[in-house]
């Protein structure tokens, strides 16, 4: 048995003993998590080493059972199983190096540990990389950004009209204008974080990358969200196949045989409608609000995608793929 697994499973037991009154007997235990009993007899001796207080005590039918009892009393009665989660939190937040998020973080999780013995903070760390996230391809937060992201906050939860200095990557410009930010989003699939924001007097939300805002000023007055604005908010939330947003319409996409069983097993957008093929194939039907990050998707499956709908979506689609075969046809550039 490897060694994640059981770390997995004494982070288990030690759930179910705090979760039970009487404790358990180790037989029950063994059965529980299909073990033998000399494997439960070994996790409760580790746990023992770690520094947990397990003792064997009758309960109220006679039977001997091992008592988990909390040696050490943690604030708003955390359990310790819980810090184990916290831990894995503080290793996700990694994609949010450079923010104060991840500061904030770091130090509640180094407070909370500093009331636990050391062998038990080393038993709960074990734990935690067993759930270890792999996250590539995010995006570094500089300095400047890092630093406007504690005013950016306290301006979403408390409402405040600030002036944006923000670079749009088409433009290549800065541009200042008023916002009233609305939330902030971090969006796994773009690696960075963005803003959700209503520039007076548009009604529609705009969403802009953090890391590429120069300047926030708050403008001192506060501003109400409307319902309509809300709505909006939701809306374009839910519409959007990734982050940006757009006039909403629906695509239906073919794939193959071989890819349909990729397809299945993920929700890819909330509106999406599965249609299965003869053949084994699979057409999903979905809403989407972004030309852009939709091609990006399917080109991602190649030739095992096929857009059936809209037409120019399609047509799109092939002339990506005609410039991909003409750049690949071209005569290669000596080494």
């Known amino acids: 048995m490897s060694d994640s697994r059981q770390v997995v499973r004494q982070l288990d037991i030690l759930r179910s003993l705090q979760a039970s009154r009487y404790g358990l007997p180790t037989d029950e235990l063994a059965r529980q998590y299909g073990a033998t009993i000399r494997t439960l007899q070994r996790d409760l001796g580790d746990l023992k080493e770690a520094g947990f207080v397990i003792s064997r005590r009758r309960r109220p039918d006679g039977r001997l059972c091992n008592h988990l009892a909390v040696a050490v009393a943690l604030p708003l009665n955390i359990a310790l199983f819980e810090m184990a989660a916290l831990l894995f939190m503080e290793t996700l937040a990694e994609a949010l190096a450079g923010t104060p998020f991840q500061d904030d973080l770091h130090a509640l999780t180094h407070r909370l540990l500093q009331l636990l013995p050391e062998d038990q903070v080393a038993f709960l760390r074990r734990a935690a990389e067993v759930y270890a996230p792999h996250v590539r391809g995010r995006k570094p937060i500089a300095p400047p950004a890092a630093q406007l992201l504690a005013t950016l906050n306290r301006a979403v939860l408390e409402q405040q009209r600030c002036q944006v200095t923000y670079r749009s990557l088409e433009g290549n410009q800065d541009k200042t204008y008023p916002i009233e930010p609305l939330r902030l989003l971090y969006y796994m699939e773009a690696g960075g974080l963005y803003l959700v924001a209503r520039v007076p007097p548009y009604e529609d939300p705009i969403t802009l990358a953090v890391e590429r805002i120069r300047g926030l000023e708050p403008l001192g007055d506060h501003f109400c969200v409307s319902p309509p604005l809300a709505m909006a908010t939701e809306t374009r939330l839910r519409d959007t196949f990734g982050i940006i947003a757009g006039a909403p319409f629906e695509a239906r996409i073919r794939f193959s045989p071989a890819r349909a069983p990729y397809i299945r097993e993920r929700i890819w957008h909330l509106s ?64």
């Open 272 to 335: 999406q409608q599965l249609e299965e093929q003869p053949d084994g194939g699979v057409v999903i039907a979905l809403q989407a609000a972004s030309p852009y990050e939709i091609k990006a998707w399917i080109l991602s499956h190649g030739a095992a995608a096929q857009v059936l709908s809209p037409d120019w979506l399609r047509d799109q689609i092939m002339t990506e793929l005609q410039a991909a075969v003409q750049g690949y046809g071209q005569q290669r550039a000596p080494r």
